[in-house]
């Protein structure tokens, strides 16, 4: 991405909205990453410092736990190889994240993900462009004919 002389902000990518899903994005010029577990529980990892004007590569890279469907994890905010912020995702829906959300890029369609902000929160910025990395998690027998059966509560296994 590229920042323009006076900062940015807006949404960079994000997937659901009110009532569940995650969002990454500029707010105030600072990167921030919010995880809604359906509106019972809501995750921010943000950097501290405004970003420079000049073009930049954020990351937002999540370790999920071992051991199941429903699980948390640990998310790394990092910007141009440096980290700028890290927190503890204690759960994430093991299932859908919403069925009237979208894939949103550069702005947000739907609802908020956060009250952080108010739609469509177009980035102000240069998005050049968004790498999704989906590296497979190894379930178990179980957890998969879980998944498959569709016996999956928001944020654990029944």
Same mark, same amino acid.
């Given at each position: 991405?590229?920042?323009?002389?006076?900062?940015?902000?807006?949404?960079?990518?994000?997937?659901?909205?009110?009532?569940?899903?995650?969002?990454?994005?500029?707010?105030?010029?600072?990167?921030?990453?919010?995880?809604?577990?359906?509106?019972?529980?809501?995750?921010?990892?943000?950097?501290? =410092?405004?970003?420079?004007?000049?073009?930049?590569?954020?990351?937002?890279?999540?370790?999920?736990?071992?051991?199941? @469907?429903?699980?948390?994890?640990?998310?790394? @905010? @990092?910007?141009?190889?440096?980290?700028?912020?890290?927190?503890?995702?204690?759960?994430?829906?093991?299932?859908?994240?919403?069925?009237?959300?979208?894939?949103?890029?550069?702005?947000?369609?739907?609802?908020?993900?956060?009250? =952080?902000?108010?739609?469509?929160?177009?980035?102000?910025?240069?998005?050049?462009?968004?790498?999704i990395d989906l590296t497979p998690e190894s379930l178990t027998a179980e957890d998969q004919q879980r998944l498959h059966e569709g016996k999956v509560a928001i944020g654990m296994a029944?």
């Amino acid at each position: 991405m590229e920042i323009p002389k006076g900062g940015a902000e807006g949404m960079l990518l994000t997937h659901g909205g009110r009532f569940s899903g995650w969002g990454l994005y500029l707010l105030k010029g600072k990167p921030v990453f919010h995880y809604n577990l359906a509106g019972v529980a809501r995750y921010t990892i943000a950097a501290k =410092d405004k970003l420079a004007p000049g073009k930049h590569t954020i990351v937002f890279d999540f370790k999920y736990d071992d051991g199941g @469907l429903g699980k948390g994890g640990t998310g790394t @905010l @990092l910007v141009d190889g440096n980290k700028v912020g890290q927190g503890r995702i204690e759960r994430t829906l093991a299932f859908r994240l919403s069925l009237d959300e979208t894939l949103d890029c550069g702005e947000d369609t739907g609802t908020p993900i956060s009250e =952080d902000y108010r739609v469509p929160f177009k980035f102000t910025g240069t998005l050049a462009k968004v790498v999704i990395d989906l590296t497979p998690e190894s379930l178990t027998a179980e957890d998969q004919q879980r998944l498959h059966e569709g016996k999956v509560a928001i944020g654990m296994a029944r």
